[in-house]
């Protein structure tokens, strides 16, 4: 969006839905209305009367109206309405008054969404200066933070700008602004008794960071996994209480069986220590150390720990990820129905302000090409031209509110004229034109690819025999894995392989396939390590190019393109899963910095029965002492560690021990949010794989084509019965028809989710929208 050229002092304009009076008492123009009485006391409205003369000013006493602006006015604030339907942002949170519009305008640009992120990823990665430091990162007290508060500060300054449209009580009934509101003050306050004080203090405040990050425009995605995780919980709660049910009961049984059998281990010699050791064997992590002193007793003994781990682990954590997979399968499909009807409303309350008196139920090209200079500033005159003919599926020359409910589906498209039997190098000169017509013809020949296909199967062969063989060191091993004839042969066919594709197809059409591009990476980087290892030896990293030239191979399966499908269409979520996980061991690891930092774990649990774990000399070590929390980035490993959930309640021992029994409540919290999220990470992809295959019976390969794609025909009638303006007209003559009286364009969409849902839910989309027009009509 770009920015708004704020009308003069003495300009009063409101919205379409604003019609209260202003200071002097008069009723301010409305823009949906616009009209104003002239000398005679007559009303005009200004929209037809100025309708293709829009620089002119008319005066009424001490106002002048500037007409040009007055659309511009509505314009902004369609494509206002239109960002929050694709957003799905509250319509609350709109500019109600054009004086707050700047502010709104300023927020919402590009370079204050960079700015915003870039402020959040300071203040994120500022932990590694902060005491305790990551030693290469430490920084003075003072300069660490004078940087927090410039970065809050610009923070601040968005949360002021936000304020003058939404007002306080917006805010205060827009819990995520108003819990980023609380933590800033927090954080400022915080700032300035460090920098007075010029010493940190117990600083948890600092885990809450992340919120600044996770609210900043391109972390959409992410706030929305956050969303569906919170909205999951209540059956994933009810699991857990029936497990943690379960888990007592066990333990209360297991410490009267056998606190008399206890030896050294003591698992069971409190009712205390039988819950703990009986929730970490919910993990499997001490198992079957916890149940081989009471098996030594007897071996019916080892039907508890069996019958525990099948009702709880292999039962109830399964039961629960089959809960949550169900919960979640229902929140995506009514997510989708609440974004659906989001934008429906997005549109209906743009259209209003599009409209003139002439005719007040359908758009003109006019006001779709104004509010597409806003909405979607990249679409050239062409693309404006061919969306609309393309919305117009009446052939009426306007736009009726359905057929402007499609405005997303033809912004998304990406439009291109037919040609099909002009190539992309017709320009160019006689001799470019032959070489590219060889390679064309080379790469149609029906055999190129299967070539192609044994060539890498013979590479992959080649590999075997250079990893069976014995060198005398590592880098002759290297060299000759990596960089040996063999290695250059392929690598020659390969590189041919590109060339050809490349001069045969073009470069566009050439990387529009994934798996063209993943060829030209992978070929390339095969090239980089050929070089690099014959200068750098030592440099091993580059030998992973050559075995992934075989991933090619599993797109001759099926179920293995299934699978790789089913991959790019999870690569939003996943990407938002990773960012969530990463939060939460921010989160974590900013706990367990202020209570876990200077606590030397070496040799710190001698007489308990995890000793060797930590036992630290010269000669031999346990290598435990080394899951500490000392800084942020040893922190994150350590998290890492407790995770993957291996011997993980050694570390929480270990601190029990060292700090406070009380301190194991740090670790289990961590392993349940991470339990949580990573349940919803395998539901997701569970419910992803599904539709996946669902979608793939009940859509043939053509349907699919019709799906991501449409073709239209402009005709020149089309472009004079849209296009007003003479000038305008004459340009688009010269542009695009020349010598021809009509175009034909495809029209190619995304191949994401959100199409294909459009798809698989093309019967509840009608009924959901019947019963929104049927409830527009009640209104």
């Known amino acids: 969006m770009t920015d708004y050229s704020r009308f003069e002092d003495d300009i009063i304009v409101n919205s379409y839905h604003a019609q209260s009076p202003n200071r002097n008492g008069d009723v301010p123009l409305s823009i949906n209305d616009s009209t104003i009485p002239n000398e005679d006391g007559e009303n005009i409205d200004l929209r037809n009367h100025f309708d293709g003369r829009l620089d002119v000013i008319f005066s009424d006493g001490d106002r002048r109206i500037d007409v040009n602006q007055f659309w511009e006015m509505n314009y902004h604030e369609a494509s206002i309405f239109l960002e929050e339907g694709e957003n799905n942002e509250k319509f609350d949170s709109h500019p109600h008054e054009p004086e707050a519009l700047p502010a709104y305008l300023l927020v919402h640009n590009d370079w204050y969404y960079g700015m915003d992120l870039a402020t959040s990823l300071v203040l994120i990665v500022l932990a590694f200066a902060e005491d305790p430091a990551t030693p290469p990162f430490e920084m003075p007290v003072a300069l660490h933070s004078i940087i927090e508060l410039f970065a809050l500060a610009v923070i601040g300054l968005g949360l002021a700008l936000k304020l003058r449209w939404m007002g306080w009580l917006t805010i205060l009934k827009h819990k995520r602004t108003m819990l980023k509101c609380i933590t800033l003050t927090i954080m400022i306050i915080e700032a300035f008794v460090v920098l007075i004080r010029q010493t940190s203090h117990f600083r948890v405040s600092r885990a809450l960071r992340p919120i600044f990050l996770v609210d900043t425009h391109y972390l959409g995605g992410v706030r929305r996994f956050i969303r569906q995780i919170l909205q999951s919980l209540p059956p994933i709660f009810d699991m857990l209480l029936l497990i943690f049910f379960f888990v007592t009961v066990y333990s209360v049984l297991g410490y009267y069986l056998f606190k008399s059998t206890t030896d050294v281990h003591n698992h069971f010699d409190t009712l205390f220590n039988s819950f703990v050791n009986m929730f970490v064997l919910l993990t499997t992590a001490n198992f079957p150390d916890i149940m081989m002193p009471a098996y030594s007793k007897s071996k019916w003994y080892s039907l508890f720990f069996i019958s525990y781990l099948c009702i709880v682990l292999y039962l109830l954590m399964n039961l629960m990820l089959a809960v949550v997979y169900e919960t979640f399968t229902s929140i995506e499909r009514d997510k989708f129905r609440k974004l659906l009807l989001h934008k429906r409303q997005a549109c209906k309350n743009a259209f209003k302000l599009l409209l003139t008196k002439e005719n007040p139920n359908q758009m003109e090209f006019p006001q779709f090409e104004g509010v597409m200079r806003y909405y979607a500033p990249k679409k050239s005159n062409r693309d404006l031209l061919v969306m609309f003919r393309y919305l117009n599926t009446s052939g009426t020359g306007s736009l009726t509110i359905e057929e402007f409910y499609g405005i997303y589906d033809s912004v998304m498209m990406t439009w291109q004229p037919q040609a099909i039997d002009t190539p992309w190098y017709f320009t160019a000169s006689p001799a470019v034109q032959r070489i590219c017509q060889t390679a064309n013809s080379t790469i149609s020949w029906p055999y190129f690819d299967h070539i ?43 590189t041919l392989e590109v060339a050809l594709k490349t001069l045969g197809m073009g470069l566009e059409r050439y990387f529009s396939s994934g798996w063209n591009l993943y060829d030209f990476v992978v070929t390339f980087g095969g090239l980089i390590a050929v070089i690099s290892l014959r200068l750098f030896p030592d440099f091993v990293y580059v030998v992973v190019f050559r075995p992934l030239k075989l991933l090619r191979l599993f797109k001759l399966k099926k179920r293995y393109r299934d699978i790789i499908g089913t991959m790019a269409i999870l690569s939003p979520l996943i990407k938002s899963a990773g960012c969530v996980m990463l939060v ?9 910095m202020e209570l876990f930092a200077g606590y030397d774990m070496r040799n710190c649990c001698n007489g308990t029965n995890i000793e060797t774990y930590y036992k630290y000399t010269p000669d031999k070590s346990g290598y435990y002492y080394l899951n500490t929390f000392p800084n942020l980035a040893v922190s994150l490993v350590t998290l890492f560690e407790l995770t993957v959930v291996n011997n993980w309640f050694v570390v929480m021992n270990g601190y029990a021990t060292k700090v406070h029994a009380a301190s194991r409540a740090y670790f289990v919290l961590f392993y349940l949010f991470t339990m949580v999220v990573l349940t919803i990470v395998v539901a997701s992809v569970l419910e992803a794989f599904r539709f996946r295959i669902q979608y793939k019976k009940q859509t043939t390969k053509r349907d699919e084509e019709k799906l991501l794609h449409e073709e ?25 028809f020349v010598g021809v009286g009509k175009i034909s364009f495809l029209g190619s969409r995304p191949r994401n989710r959100q199409v294909l849902q459009r798809r698989m839910y093309r019967h509840e989309i009608e009924q959901w929208m019947q019963e929104a027009a049927a409830i527009d009509k009640r209104l």
Do not use: H
């Open 584 to 592: 939460m061991y921010y989160f974590f690891a900013i706990i367990g």
């Open 712 to 736: 239209i025909e402009l005709k020149w009638e089309d472009v004079m019965n849209y296009v007003k303006d003479f000038q305008a007209l004459q340009k688009y003559r010269s542009d695009m």
């Open 452 to 494: 192609f296909y044994v060539l890498t199967t013979l590479n992959g062969i080649a590999m075997i025999e250079r990893g069976i063989q014995s060198y005398p060191n590592l880098q002759t091993s290297v060299l000759a894995f990596s960089a040996g004839w063999d290695t250059c042969f392929f690598l020659a066919c390969f």
